[in-house]
């Protein structure tokens, strides 16, 4: 069973600031946001994990 990984809230409001939209989050929760915002989140998210990994692979290869 594949275990279900989330962003943590520290990680969420890293993304939020450097994408710009970390004001609308203060002011109004998360459900604030625009979808467009929370899905360049989840894209921001995925390329830096992608750049994890790929960093990882040259260490370890």
Known sequence: MARRRTMSEAFKVELAKDLGFYDTVAQEGWGGIRA????????????????????SNHTTG
Do not use: F, P
């Open 36 to 55: 467009r915002d929370a899905g360049n989140m989840v894209k921001r998210a995925l390329e830096i994990a992608e750049q994890a990994m790929a960093k």
